[in-house]
C-alpha cells in the first residue's frame, strides 16, 4: 500500500503545468509529464472513458505527418507520436448550445497527447480552451465545458 501512494505521489511531482518550461499558445492548456507516450494516450483514453464518454474520432496526427512529408518536401518527423481524441457529452453539448445555439462549433472537443521529438521523454496532454462569452449563461456553460476538458487532461497526466 504504500508503496502505491508513493507510486502516486511520484507521478503526480512529474506531471507539471508546461507553462512551467515555456508558454503554450494563447487559448491553449497543455501539460507535461515524463513518460513514455503509449503509458499517457491510455491514460487519456481512460479519463474520458471514466467520465461516461466514448471518442467518436481518433485523429493518428504523427501518421498523418509521416505519411504525407515526403509530398510536401519535408519528410523530418516532429514527434515520437501524437493523437488527438474527439468527443462529446450529452450533457455539456447541450448546455452550451442551450445557452446560445452558436456555441455549436465548440463540440466535438479535442485533447491531444504528443511526444515531440526535441523533449525525448516528455509527453504533453493540451486542449484549446473555451473562450470567455458575452453573457453569463454561455459563459458558465463554457465554463463547464473548459472543467471537463481540464479534469480529463489533468488525470492523463496524474494531476489532482
Do not use: W
Not at 32 to 56: C, M, Y
Not at 62 to 89: E, I
Not at 134 to 143: E, P
Request: glycine share 6%; aromatic share 6%; charged share 20%.
Amino acid at each position: 500500500m504504500r508503496r502505491a501512494v508513493l507510486a502516486v505521489f511520484a507521478a503526480c511531482a512529474l506531471a507539471k503545468p508546461a507553462h512551467a518550461s515555456g508558454e503554450p499558445l494563447p487559448g491553449v492548456v497543455r501539460y507535461a509529464k515524463q513518460a513514455a507516450f503509449e503509458d499517457v494516450r491510455e491514460d487519456l483514453s481512460i479519463a474520458i472513458q471514466n467520465r461516461g464518454l466514448a471518442p467518436d474520432l481518433t485523429s493518428r496526427i504523427h501518421d498523418m505527418l509521416q505519411r504525407t512529408g515526403k509530398d510536401l518536401g519535408d519528410a523530418a518527423p516532429l514527434f515520437g507520436n501524437a493523437v488527438a481524441y474527439s468527443f462529446c457529452s450529452a450533457a455539456v453539448s447541450r448546455a452550451i448550445m442551450a445557452a446560445d445555439p452558436h456555441n455549436v462549433v465548440f463540440c466535438p472537443f479535442t485533447v491531444i497527447a504528443y511526444a515531440p521529438l526535441n523533449e525525448p521523454g516528455k509527453v504533453y496532454v493540451a486542449y484549446r480552451r473555451p473562450p470567455a462569452a458575452a453573457d453569463a449563461k454561455s459563459n458558465a456553460a463554457l465554463r463547464k465545458l473548459e472543467a471537463l476538458l481540464d479534469g480529463i487532461a489533468r488525470e492523463a497526466v496524474g494531476m489532482p
